[in-house]
């Protein structure tokens, strides 16, 4: 029985280690700008093409 469990947890590792990167590629996007303590009503949508990754573990955005 504990080499069964050892054989499973050692399968499902890779699946851990790997699942804090997220990676979202976006078709269009709006924004806001906060100027003096105010915020602006949002921009028109424009289209994009950016690849947006998450990384969880690290608490990093980034927008390529």
């Known amino acids: 029985m504990k080499r069964i469990t050892?054989?499973?947890l050692l399968a499902l590792l890779p699946v851990f280690a790997f699942c804090q990167v997220y990676k979202f590629r976006t078709t269009d996007f709006a924004y806001?700008?906060?100027n003096n303590g105010t915020?602006?009503?949002w921009s028109?949508?424009?289209s994009s093409e950016m690849?947006?990754?998450l990384n969880i573990t690290k608490k990093v955005l980034t927008i390529i």
């Open 44 to 46: 028109e949508w424009e």
């Open 39 to 41: 915020w602006s009503e």
């Open 51 to 53: 690849l947006v990754v």
């Open 32 to 34: 806001k700008e906060k």
């Open 6 to 8: 050892v054989l499973i």
